[in-house]
């Protein structure tokens, strides 16, 4: 948390302007909208325009979430990866110098909260998008770090998830800034605070638990046993028992690959539905071919390959369209 010195110097009452020293924009404070270890984020309005405006007395901790959101923007085609920046500058209050930067001010529902309105069948596609964003930020050299539902908004029509908050957003290899201990692999004694990707994949293994569990429940013996149990005794979350246990354990190389499997899922017909139990050091053996088959070559399993590619395409496709119809009759009701 923030420690009291430095929200007492960032607390700023609703009317306040804040204009910057060097670029001369001026800002109106509406209200606060959060703080953390870093900073205070506060909705603001510039001209008819509303922002995100996030100040701090630690110029290295803004510089840093700056050169993230600076990052992001390199990413084409990811709107979703964090706010639009918009502004960095530096504000004068009585001797005390501010840092400062402007965002994009995004609305909507936190994830829980759009899953508890809209119904639960949004959550595997909103877990798509996010598993979707989370290859193309790990691509680029970054771990999200501080993944949780609170930093994980949905807008639309369409829904579309949104990331906030990148301040525990890190280059990878090195320390998580910022964690949350019930989405943190280290709280659970499976893993370090190492920026990984499989760091940010164990805590969408969390979020998809929490999505069952949404006032969490506390630690006990910790460890995969009790996060197993925690799965077992949720109907809703048992088809997805292998897709959350093998991110546990760390096994995913990708979030690619979890995507994949968690497409996998969806799917009527999917292996990963079958009701054994996951264990990491299980290794499925060859089978042999039946009788009077043949292996499969190489252009067979390019059309196997391409056939799947489109099955995915057509079950997203239909999900979606279902999922959009029911949203918008039920916004019209």
Sequence with gaps: MMNHILKS????????????????????????????????????????????LKMSDNGLSINSEVNVLKSFAKVQGSPTLGPSLLDVDDWQEQRIRIYFYVME???????????????????????????????????????????????????GPPPRIRCIDVGGTTIQGRAIKEFTEFYDRGYWGLGG??????YDLFA???????TAYPKKFIKTTGGILQLREAVQLKPELLPLEKVILTSLHGDYHSAKQMRADLLDVMMPD???????AYSPTQKQQPQ??????????????????NKSGWKQFLIIAVVLGSLYAWYTISNLL
């Design 9 to 52: 110097q960032c607390k700023v009452g609703p009317g306040t302007v804040i204009t910057g020293k060097w670029h001369l924009n001026k800002y109106i404070i509406i209200k606060e909208l959060g703080f953390g270890a870093n900073g205070v984020v506060y909705l603001a309005k510039q001209n008819s325009k509303l922002v995100a």
């Design 105 to 155: 001010y995004i609305q909507g529902p936190d994830f829980l909260t759009f899953l508890h309105q809209k119904g639960k069948a949004w959550s595997s596609v909103l877990l798509l998008q996010l598993l979707n964003d989370l290859d193309k930020l790990h691509e680029n050299g970054w771990v999200f770090g501080d993944l949780k539902p609170e930093n994980l908004l949905v807008t």
């Design 193 to 198: 605070r190492k920026a990984e990707r499989s």
């Design 204 to 210: 969408v293994a969390m979020i998809i638990i929490n």
């Design 270 to 276: 999917s292996p990963l539905k079958s009701s054994v």
């Design 288 to 305: 042999p071919l039946p009788l009077g088959s043949q292996p499969i070559t190489r252009q067979s399993f390019r059309r196997k390959k």
